[in-house]
């Protein structure tokens, strides 16, 4: 039973919209919540996190939003660039279980 | 970038024959962890480290020992290799165990 699920496999968006990349995940007890990016052939690069505590993150382009009560997350990037296009992927954080990673999200910015 | 890096970065090896894929940090992390990453799962903890000759398994470990006599050094071992061992594995460092990680380019083992 995955913790944590990204139930999109992938999402395309346009230049210099707004993307919006969503993750749920069922376990009260984790602590914080991260997004990785990933490139083809380069290992994940850490992004952006959220404690337990807060509702939102901003970091320049990139906004992380938590609903605590419905155990969903989601990644904000505006605008988007072409640069952007890669996989992220959602991740939750407890003492008891360290880091669980979604499955990933492929975001495409088309021109 | 942080310092880690993962030998060999490919291998393609046989059923039944051992593998050991090394993970190096020149950061002084105290905590390291594998990853292998398949399609349809994401990235799932095979074991992990946090401390010299301190670890402790993660979600996939079946079939996987490690060992850390050194801060800097991180060994991954597959006693006997199974095709469902075919994967893209990460090494990743982090600094307190709680907050961000860092990981490795990967290493891609194919077993036949």
């Known amino acids: 039973d995955q913790q944590v699920k990204q139930n999109s496999p992938s999402l395309s968006v346009q230049e210099g919209r707004i993307s919006i990349l969503n993750c749920d995940y069922t376990n009260s007890m984790f602590d914080y919540f991260l997004w990785y990016k990933k490139y083809p052939a380069e290992g994940p690069t850490f992004l952006i996190s959220?404690?337990?505590?807060?509702d939102k993150n901003e970091d320049g382009r990139f906004t992380v939003f938590l609903n605590k009560s419905a155990k969903h997350l989601s990644l904000h990037i505006v605008p988007s660039q072409p640069g952007d296009s890669a996989v992220y992927f959602c991740?939750?954080?407890?003492?008891?279980?360290?880091?669980?990673f979604g499955s990933g999200t492929r975001l495409s910015i088309r021109p | 970038d942080a310092g880690i890096t993962q030998s060999p970065r490919h291998k393609v090896t046989e059923t039944g024959t051992p593998v050991t894929l090394r993970c190096h940090q020149t950061e002084n992390h105290r905590y390291m962890y594998w990853y292998r990453q398949d399609p349809g799962h994401g990235l799932r903890l095979i074991h992990y480290s946090y401390g010299v000759k301190d670890t402790d398994k993660g979600e996939v470990s079946d079939g996987y020992s490690v060992s850390r006599s050194k801060t800097e050094d991180f060994l991954l071992t597959l006693e006997s290799a199974t095709s469902s061992q075919t994967s893209v594995y990460f090494c990743?460092?982090?600094?307190?165990?709680?907050?961000?990680?860092?990981f490795g380019p990967g290493t891609r083992l194919t077993v036949l």
């Open positions: 991740a939750a954080y407890s003492s008891a279980s360290k880091i669980i």
């Open positions: 959220i404690s337990s505590i807060k």
């Open positions: 990743a460092i982090s600094a307190r165990g709680d907050n961000e990680q860092f």
